[in-house]
């Protein structure tokens, strides 16, 4: 499992993007867990955390789905993808969305992620573009506390996984709030639209940055 050197990818030196308008692909963290293929066997059974009467998956939808309808107003081809990846996957951007889940109700905030390895060298600008209108937006505090699974989340390991992620693709992971504390979860339960406008606005930011909008994404 270690990752291999720089020059096994060499060929990404000459890769162009496709031809088209921006894609976006919104990861609905612990969607369809049950389905996954043998190489992500580890990942069923994985529930992932839960509140307010809700499991993360069905929170983590929402917010996907009220995303891609403001990326979509922008003319932005959205799709929205459960655990398993669809092989080599390429988009322009490619968010993860979980919600945490602590035994310490007083936990609070939101914390969003790039890989430990980035051959797009677009992810840090992504994650901070998110980072910022997130913050902005739902007024929720920022959790300091990146873990190595975020950073080492399975979808980025191109190396190690068939179902992951093409390398050229800039992609971070975002923990929208804690669902077992009740303030976060007045945002994440009671008005996910604002956890979706952080996060497509966002998304809007950076991809105007890659002059990636109005464009045919050329």
């Known amino acids: 499992n270690e990752i291999p050197e ?21 990861q609905v963290g612990h969607w369809k867990n049950d389905e996954v293929p043998e190489e992500l066997i580890r990942l069923k059974g994985n529930t992932g955390s839960s509140g307010g009467g809700k499991w993360e998956w069905e929170v983590n939808m929402e917010i996907a789905k009220q995303t891609a ?35 310490d109700k007083n936990k609070s905030g939101y914390k969003v992620a790039s890989p430990w390895r980035d051959w797009s060298n677009h992810a840090n600008e992504l994650s901070e573009s998110i980072d910022l209108s997130y913050a902005k937006i739902t007024a929720l505090p920022k959790d300091p506390n990146i ?13 190690r996984y068939e179902h992951a992620i093409h390398p050229m693709t800039a992609s971070t992971i975002i923990e929208t709030g804690f669902l077992t504390n009740a303030v976060d979860r007045r945002i994440l339960i009671g008005d996910p639209g604002k956890s979706a406008q952080g996060l497509a606005k966002g998304i809007i ?14």
């Open 6 to 26: 720089f020059n096994i990818y060499s060929w990404l030196k000459d890769w162009k993007r496709p031809e088209g308008v921006a894609k976006v692909g919104l």
């Open 69 to 103: 309808e403001i990326l979509k107003q922008k003319g932005i081809n959205v799709e929205i993808i459960p655990a398993t990846v669809p092989p080599a996957y390429w988009a322009d951007v490619f968010v993860a969305i979980h919600a945490d889940g602590s035994f």
């Open 147 to 159: 873990t190595r699974n975020m950073r080492g989340y399975y979808a980025f390991s191109h190396w």
């Open 205 to 218: 930011d950076y991809l105007e940055k890659q002059n990636l909008l109005n464009q045919g994404g050329n």
